[in-house]
């Protein structure tokens, strides 16, 4: 016979008693949750390496290394206008170990006129910070014959549909600011898709499309050497570099923002102690000095946004990309 059932009622409650206690687990030997990090974070890119994107992501991998005490690994994923980087880091495990830095391109201009998408629209993300902001420039290659924004939009008008500038994919801000100059304008012009800037820049250069549309940081080393003229730049006011540069606003271009944003953003269901250690250390390194120095020699605008500031811009940009897409200045892809 079993020993446990063959002692009396009384004793064997209290044996039982003592197994149960005897089995459970000690609180003081637990092991503790995994302190966050432990290993290598990975920082994903949607954009190819040398665009505005990887600049920042480099700059801020290298800082975060530093205040993690863990290798920073950035990850570039073009394609399917950031969606490829978008979803792997989506469903990722939530652990913060993975995270995505994009542009506005991916948090609000794509939920707000794509469909499909494999990721939703609203809620996919836990949000860590905005670190930045770059005026759009839209150029041509210095010996294109194109002397001026004015000058674009005669021979738009004169052989409609021989105009053609590179994007990032459709829905991607290249494609919103094309199509605005579009609408705005009655300019008509031709988009070309690319995995990434460097490679537009190449093919405004080497004479296989007219224009770019991309953050000055892309296009700047270009210009300093000649090979690209400015034609524009999407700023609220006059660049300091580039004074003699209309802004879109001048030419009757109206945009919802002025400039590409940037920003740090982890799977949705990352624990809230993750997303505040790394929003705390973010927010460190733009405070940083030497990042907002070579920020600047870039054209990139530091900006310093915590999780409830990135948050808050999504939360506003995506009806406003929704209105341009009713009224018709914009097309849901």
């Given amino acids: 016979m079993d020993l446990l059932f063959s002692l009396d009622p009384l004793r064997r409650l209290v044996t039982t008693s003592l197994l149960v206690a005897a089995s459970a687990p000690n609180p003081q030997t637990q092991t503790a949750p995994e302190a966050f990090p432990q290993r290598t974070v990975h920082l994903v890119v949607p954009f190819t390496a040398g665009g505005t994107t990887d600049i920042i992501a480099r700059v801020i991998a290298d800082k ?10 950035v990850e570039n994923r073009p394609g399917a206008s950031t969606m490829i980087a978008a979803e792997q880091v989506a469903k990722a495990p939530a ?3 993975t995270l995505l830095l994009a542009s506005s391109t991916t948090f609000s201009m794509l939920p707000a006129l794509r469909t ?5 629209a609203q809620g996919a993300w836990a949000p860590i910070g905005i670190i930045a902001q770059a005026p759009v420039m839209l150029t041509t ?4 014959g194109i002397k001026s924004f004015a000058d674009m939009l005669a021979r738009a008008s004169a052989q409609p549909g021989t105009i053609t500038y590179g994007t990032t994919g459709p829905g991607t801000a290249q494609s919103i600011v094309g199509a605005m100059i579009e609408a705005d304008l009655h300019a008509d012009i031709t988009p070309v898709s690319y995995r990434g800037s460097t490679q537009i820049l190449a093919d405004v250069i080497g004479g296989q499309i007219d224009l770019s549309l991309d953050p000055i940081a892309v296009a700047q080393p270009y210009l300093e050497s000649g090979k690209l003229r400015p034609l524009a730049i999407s700023a609220g006011a006059r660049s300091p570099q580039y004074p003699g540069v209309p802004t879109f606003a001048e030419l009757g271009i109206a945009m919802p923002g002025n400039a590409f944003w940037f920003g740090i953003a982890a799977p949705r269901a990352t624990p809230q102690a993750v997303v505040e250690r790394l929003e705390k250390e973010l927010q460190g390194v733009l405070l940083d000095p030497s990042v907002e120095a070579v920020f600047q020699r870039q054209s990139i605008w530091v900006m310093r946004g915590n999780a409830e500031d990135f948050r808050r ?5 995506i009806p406003q990309y929704r209105r341009l897409a009713k009224d018709g200045r914009v097309k849901l892809e």
Avoid at 141 to 144: H, K, Q, V
Wanted: glycine share 14%; hydrophobic share 30%; proline share 11%.
């Fill in 64 to 73: 975060l290394r530093t205040r993690l005490g863990q290798p920073v690994v």
């Fill in 313 to 317: 811009r999504v939360q506003g940009e």
């Fill in 141 to 144: 290659r210095a010996d294109s």
């Fill in 95 to 97: 652990d913060g170990y």
């Fill in 116 to 120: 499909g998408l494999p990721i939703p």
